[in-house]
């Protein structure tokens, strides 16, 4: 028999709690304390328990490796599930350190999959510790998650973590973002692109394994195909500002060229310009200039614009022509924007979001594209 | 466990071996007798007229085996095989499962079919020529084009060889380098992409409005320019809707200077009811293996007319049949043709089959054959979606649909992790067909499309969707039952992991040799 899969678990205690006290995400000490006083309970624990709950039917199937007390025994505990219990924390006082000892400490152990219960803020802390190296799941359990990297329920989490230990489904790699909490306060949104996860993800939005390669394209190979078609038809007069994101950095790959994978970089004649520019360094460059803009939208929520990539502002957008704002995605990705939604544009001005909806289109692939709706 | 369908059905269960598996060295179904010496004489050298590089140095690996061992073999797997003619087949919606009579068989197989040779004067075929000549007519009166071919062998086939003529009218104008565009849309059948995309097409995929099922009008006018080669579109979708909007999509396409292509593999619900050429479609085409009741091949020999207008018929494959008011001819001359996208005419009993099932069903027939598909289908459609965990996307605009429809299992795998995966396995241990679930991509989850055509009737279609009720409330009480079904089944769970694995994959005896051992 096959040795039993490995299935790590990290609850962050106090992911959730301003939540329903009105407080936009619980960054900072004085917010939770704020929050605690507000009556704010742990969102978080009874989240993961509802996974939890979905998986305890098939505990023969994996070891649950898990932090002490609120970081995850108690709730396995709750479920009859018998965990193996590592590293030490101080109860009632856990902090980011303690997510990312947690993750480390598991990827050591080489689980095959980190479920975590919190919102952006874990996401980001699991993020830093382990990158893309273990396979990781969220349980949404925060008050922000713009992040592309966690299952749609706590029910799901479990059902797809069941699938992803059956080899049932695949991984690909999802957004890790975040917003700056004061800034969302304040009531305005501004959104960064913290790094990646890898993530399995529901095969039910393609065939399963049923007529061979083809249906079962992978992520990585569907960006390849994508970059393959930008890359041949570049023109040397434009410069080309390359968005962040993993389907974007393929195309610099296939280039042969280095990019920044959370920054916005400048090609010409195929190579690179300028990396990691903000707006006032891409209207200086793009000044009098032919240009081309490629991005790619946030898997899962389908922003083109104003999410992670605020450096292409209306102004740069503006000056380089809605004409020339060329957009790529993988079906994959579209699908987890969900048919029938339609992509989003939020750049701060209002007349350029105008200009940017209305029908568009996406390359998917070589030769193929798609005509979306956007809207503001 | 004790099932409420009281039919109480078993598969036979062989596990049978591959043939290969069965040899025993030696063994041969028959032992041909030597040549006797005054034949040898007179026949003489008959090795040598083949040349040297094609003569095998070893004899072809067949698996040796008895003529009884081989002929006991094949009945085992046939007996483990499940089809049209052995139970409820209401399940899989796009395909037309419908009952396909046995007197068209005996047709199709009369020597007088199976005897005749492609390369025969045409003096000397002139009926089954007729036969071609008139079923092109009412091919032509069912669909309001002008003139069919019988060339394609399926489907994805004839939507190629659509996409030919499209190919060869731009080229014709001069056009062909400007428009390299093919629109479609994502409910239709894939190969409406794949197709014209082989044909060197660029392809721009329409996604459905999320609360009509259908593209925008506005999409379409968005995606059209003077790139715009063709519109490629399936219509009725599978989804079980007729997209109303056709005749303004095909406003807007030839506006814009292309040809509109409509797939109408499946045209089981429009027979007698709609002509897509006088909506203003340029081509189409049918499957006879649906529409036409003719068995599917499976790969093998199915076939799929295509349909155009009179200003492309000079685009057609070659030969066409003609009549010139007294005899039957094949006509060769056609300046401009896309030349043969198949050898000789097509799969020429299936032409038998579909003329003969029009002969007895009648203009009247084809008439009432669509609205008892349609009956049958909003009859079922009504049962199924009082089961607990069923749910039918784009219902609010759609609560009728048309000779199929795509359901959807979401709020059942949501509440009870039982999904379509699941339901198929548990479903054929009663004795039915198991759910087509869709095309790629899956845009609704969990999905499934049952299609009863006129074939059901209404003892099958209430015992169907009992059987469906019956899983519902397994889902719903003891879902691990449901996990580890079949129970009743020649085989039991597939790993189907190796079919996407080119590395595991084998079609072949020696590839799964190579791969595997």
């Known amino acids: 028999m096959a040795p039993k899969k490995k299935l790590g678990l990290i609850i962050n205690p106090i992911a959730g709690l301003g939540g329903r006290v009105g407080l936009k995400g619980t960054d900072g000490e004085a917010i939770i304390k704020r929050a605690v006083e507000l009556g704010a309970t742990a969102i978080s624990s009874l989240r993961a328990l509802e996974t939890l709950q979905t998986l305890a039917n098939a505990k023969d199937e994996f070891e649950l490796v898990t932090y002490p007390h609120e970081m995850g025994k108690n709730v396995a505990k709750k479920c009859d599930l018998d965990p193996v219990v590592i590293g030490s924390i101080a109860r009632g006082k856990t902090t980011a350190t303690d997510t990312k000892n947690a993750a480390r400490d598991m990827a050591n152990l080489r ?266 | 466990m004790k099932d409420k369908d009281v039919t109480n059905y078993h598969a036979v269960r062989w596990r049978e071996p591959i043939i290969y598996e069965l040899e025993r060295k030696g063994r041969r179904g028959f032992m041909v007798p030597t040549v006797e010496a005054e034949v040898k004489a007179r026949a003489g050298d008959v090795v040598s007229s083949i040349p040297k590089k094609m003569r095998r140095k070893a004899p072809p690996e067949l698996p040796q085996l008895s003529e009884p061992e081989v002929v006991r073999h094949f009945i085992h797997l046939s007996q483990q095989t499940f089809g049209v003619d052995s139970g409820i087949n209401v399940g899989v919606g796009t395909c037309t499962m419908k009952y396909n009579p046995k007197i068209n068989e005996a047709l199709a197989r009369s020597p007088r079919i199976t005897e005749l040779h492609p390369l025969q004067d045409e003096e000397t075929v002139q009926g089954i020529l007729e036969i071609m000549y008139k079923l092109q007519g009412w091919l032509c009166e069912i669909s309001g084009m002008d003139k069919f071919s019988f060339q394609p062998r399926g489907g994805a086939h004839a939507v190629f060889a659509n996409a030919c003529i499209i190919r060869a009218y731009h080229n014709l ?225 759609h609560p009728f649909r048309m000779q199929d429809v795509r359901l959807s299992l979401e709020k059942q795998k949501e509440e009870t992790g039982i999904g379509i995966d699941e339901v198929n396995r548990r479903i054929v241990d009663f004795g039915v067909q198991r759910c087509f679930t869709s095309h790629e991509p899956w845009i609704i989850p969990e999905p499934f499309t049952p299609e009863p055509s006129e074939t059901a009737s209404k003892q099958d279609l209430d015992r169907f969707a009992g059987i469906f009720r019956q899983i519902s409330t397994e889902a719903y009480t003891d879902p691990e039952t449901l996990k580890k079904a079949p129970h009743n089944c020649a085989i039991s769970k597939v790993d189907l992991t190796p079919s996407s694995d080119p590395k595991k994959w084998a079609m072949t005896w020696r590839a799964y040799l190579k791969k595997h051992r």
């Open chain 2, 173 to 397: 104008n001069g056009e062909l380098d400007d428009r390299d565009e093919i629109i479609t849309t994502v409910v239709s059948h894939p190969c409406n992409a794949a197709a014209p995309a082989a044909a060197g097409f660029k392809i721009v995929t329409l996604y459905p409005n999320g609360e009509t099922g259908c593209p925008d009008i506005e999409a379409v006018k968005a995606a059209v320019s003077k790139h715009t080669a063709g519109m490629m579109i399936t219509d009725p979708y599978d989804t079980g809707i007729f997209d109303s909007n056709i005749t303004e999509y095909i406003k807007i396409v030839h506006e814009a200077g292309g040809l509109v292509a409509i797939d109408q593999a499946n045209a089981n619900c429009i027979l007698g009811r709609v002509k897509i050429g006088d909506l203003g479609a340029d081509l189409c085409h049918f499957n006879l293996h649906k529409s036409f009741s003719t068995p599917h091949g499976s790969c093998g020999p199915g076939g799929a007319p295509i349909g155009v207008k009179e200003e492309l018929a000079k685009f057609l494959p070659v030969p066409t049949v003609e009549f010139d008011g007294t005899k039957y001819y094949l006509d060769y001359d056609k300046t401009h043709s896309i030349g043969k996208v198949a050898e000789f005419h097509g799969v020429v009993p299936n032409v038998v089959r579909a003329y003969a099932w029009i002969m007895t069903m009648g203009a009247q027939g084809l008439k009432e054959t669509s609205e008892v598909a349609v009956m049958n289908n909003n009859y079922l459609l009504k049962k199924l979606l009082e089961i607990r965990g069923v749910s039918l996307p784009w219902g609010k605009h």
């Open chain 1, 111 to 376: 689980v095959d999959l980190i479920l975590f219960a919190g919102g952006d803020g874990t996401a980001r802390d699991i993020c830093e510790a382990i990158g893309v190296k273990v396979p990781a799941l969220g349980i949404p359990a925060g008050v922000k998650m713009h992040s592309a990297v966690f299952a749609v329920s706590p029910r799901k989490a479990g059902e797809l973590a069941r699938s992803f230990l059956h080899g049932e489904a695949p991984l690909r790699e999802a957004e890790v973002m975040d917003i700056d909490e004061d800034a969302f306060r304040r009531n305005r949104v501004s959104a960064r692109l913290y790094g990646y996860l890898r993530v399995p993800y529901e095969a039910s939005l393609v065939q399963p394994m049923k007529s061979g390669s083809l249906s079962t394209m992978d992520e990585k190979s569907s960006q390849e195909i994508i970059a393959e078609y930008i890359a041949e038809r570049m023109d040397d007069e434009y410069y080309y500002i390359l968005g962040p994101g993993t389907t974007i950095k393929a195309i610099a790959d296939k280039l042969g060229i280095k990019k920044t994978l959370l920054g916005v970089d400048v090609v010409k004649r195929r190579r690179i310009v300028a990396m990691d520019l903000n707006e006032e360094q891409l209207l200086r460059l793009i000044e009098n200039k032919k240009a081309k803009i490629v991005v790619s939208p946030i898997g899962g929520q389908g922003f083109i614009f104003g999410r992670g990539n605020q450096q292409i502002s209306p102004q740069v957008i503006r000056r380089i022509g809605i004409d020339n704002v060329v957009i790529v995605a993988t079906e994959n990705k579209l699908h987890s924007i969900g048919t029938g939604r339609p992509l989003l544009v939020d750049t701060g001005d209002d007349e350029v979001d105008r200009l940017l909806s209305g029908y568009r289109r996406v390359i998917t692939g070589y030769n193929e594209e798609v005509v979306v709706k956007v809207t503001a």
